[in-house]
């Protein structure tokens, strides 16, 4: 009895994640350990296999066999060239949560410059963060900025080595209806013309806040058009969510899974009264239009924050070359 009401708790897992139909509490929350679910299905298929019962074995097999079909794409890198053969102008991208105020924004600051970042996102971003980040020079190595702190976690930021213009009458390409800003601009890079480039930052999907939380995952741009367009940020949505995967089918990539680091998990990366404790996931993305070439992927440590910043190396069409790389089918 028990295997089978364990067989058919994990059955209607799968469904539920292939169908795409996590709604509420607790659904979309669970939807994020898919990662951790598949493992845990194989093991009920042998739990099953030794016990003899052949019903939950299947379904256990089945089950397994489906969520690792979603799952470990994420761990495979598609080809790509060279790093001295790729095609397009390099463009180093980093994007960091940094909790309020407690973000240790020197040594953020400090990372991007080890990491020769060329354009930074900032999510979470306070008064009293930004005013960290100037102390600490962050005009000296990424002058150009489109900064919109807040209170409440709502606030959000782009700074970037090149020029830019900021997305809209008040240099905001987003506001959303929980007080969640998304910074937005178009960077001006040399020999790549123009990408548009947006922190993103939705609201999580806390006990009654997922409707609001889908909407804000439907409410981010989509790929397409011109120029090319960059979204980087704490998505607070996993790869296993649909909202996140709708977003994708509009023409993005996930940079961190098109190179197989799709499983890196990003947050939670800090303890401490009040904070989540959970598994690690992955929350925090770069997605590209996929005319944009995607290089190394890597996570880097945030002391105070209790998410990791994700760098990403990217590659621009050059002006005369508008498809550096041929589209290439993303984790579904």
Sequence with gaps: MVL??????????????????????????????????????????????IAGAT???????????????????????????????????????MTANVLFDHGDMPALLQQAKLDDVDVLAVQELTPAALAALDTAGVDGLLPHRVAHPGRGGTGSALFSRHPLTPTGGDGLARRHDCGMRQA?????????????????????????????????????????????????????????????????RTGYRD??????????????????????????????????????????????TVPGSDHRALLAHLRLPTTDHPTAQHPTADPA
């Design 184 to 248: 937005g601009a178009t960077v001006h890079v040399p020999g790549a013309g123009d990408v548009q480039v947006e922190s993103v930052h939705p609201c999580a999907p806390r006990p009654r806040q997922t409707r609001c939380w889908a909407r804000n995952l439907a409410a981010q741009p989509p790929a397409g058009g011109d120029p090319p367009r960059i979204l980087l940020g704490d998505f607070n949505a996993t790869l296993d969510h649909a909202p996140l995967r709708r977003l994708l």
């Design 55 to 93: 019903g939950p074995w299947l379904l256990c097999l089945l089950a397994w066999a489906a969520l690792s079909a979603t799952v470990v794409p994420r761990l495979i890198a598609r080809p790509a060239p060279p790093a001295g053969a790729a095609p397009g102008v390099p463009l180093r991208v």
């Design 255 to 300: 940079a961190a899974g098109t190179r197989g680091r799709g499983l890196a998990p990003t947050w939670p990366f800090r303890r401490g009264p009040g904070l989540p404790v959970a598994p690690p996931v992955t929350l925090d993305h770069v997605l590209t239009d996929r005319r944009i070439g995607i290089g190394d992927v890597a996570t880097r």
């Design 4 to 49: 089978w009401a364990v067989a058919a708790v994990l059955a209607a897992y799968t469904i539920i994640r292939l169908g795409g139909l996590e709604r509420g509490t607790p659904l979309v929350q669970l939807i994020a350990f898919t990662p951790y679910v598949a493992p845990l299905a194989l093991l009920c298929a042998a739990w099953a296999a």
